[in-house]
């Protein structure tokens, strides 16, 4: 089976602080994405990348940053978290030539 | 652009009965259709996906959904709900052009009540 693990099922962080949230996939995908989720907008996507070292803009991107040093690793940053920044994040990978995503079980951020 | 309505954010149905969840898109160029599941406090995980090989598409779990070009739909059904099936459902599309992101939509809840 494919798995998609993210590394914090739980955090709170401060208005200010960076966070980090890490996402790590098993099957050699070579995209990543992540989204967030808020209750009656669905799956909104913030980055997502084809390759390593490689990056594209989502639909709602401000205030993220994405790294992707290795292949299977894709991790999303808060540079300076607010509280509007309170939600769901999923990442999710998936085959180049293939749309179905295989999703981690999600982190849920709140911010104070 | 591709862009997915789901009709009814709350479904309640009773064991046994039929299950409808309603699914409209707008694409420009024929789509890639899908319907996840999110149980509680998991990640999505895919119904079954439409990508032009036949219009009645069959899933995990029992459960169907019929691509319906001239009216833009992919209704999700099931004939007999079960307790288990309580859960979020997400329609979500995508181009058959060369790779284009998957758009979900806002996501319809389905209760089962005994």
């Known amino acids: 089976d494919v798995k998609v693990t993210q590394s914090s099922r739980y955090l709170v962080k401060r208005t200010g602080e960076k966070v980090f949230l890490e996402c790590v996939q098993d099957m050699d995908h070579e995209n990543m994405f992540w989204y967030r989720q808020d209750p009656g907008l669905g799956l909104r996507l913030i980055y997502f990348?084809?390759?390593?070292?490689?990056?594209e803009k989502g639909d709602i991107p401000e205030g993220y940053s994405v790294s992707r040093e290795k292949k299977e690793r894709f991790s999303l940053i808060l540079e300076s978290a607010s509280t509007n920044q309170t939600s769901m994040y999923l990442c999710?990978?998936?085959?180049?030539?293939?749309?179905?995503?295989?999703f981690g079980e999600g982190s849920r951020l709140t911010v104070l | 652009a591709q862009s997915v309505t789901q009709l009814g954010s709350h479904v309640s149905v009773s064991e046994g009965a039929l299950v409808l969840l309603r699914c409209n898109y707008s694409s420009s160029v024929p789509p890639y259709l899908f319907w996840y599941v999110q149980y509680p406090n998991q990640g999505l995980q895919l119904l079954l996906k439409?990508?032009?090989?036949?219009?009645l598409v069959k899933g995990i779990n029992g459960f169907e959904a019929e691509f319906k070009k001239s009216e833009t739909s992919f209704h999700l059904t099931k004939p007999s709900a079960h307790m288990s099936d309580a859960a979020e459902y997400f329609c979500a599309v995508s181009a058959q052009t060369s790779y284009d992101k998957v758009i979900f939509g806002p996501g319809t809840s389905l209760s089962v009540i005994p």
């Open positions: 439409y990508t032009s090989a036949a219009t």
């Open positions: 990348s084809y390759d390593v070292k490689m990056k």
């Open positions: 999710a990978s998936s085959f180049s030539s293939q749309r179905e995503l295989f």
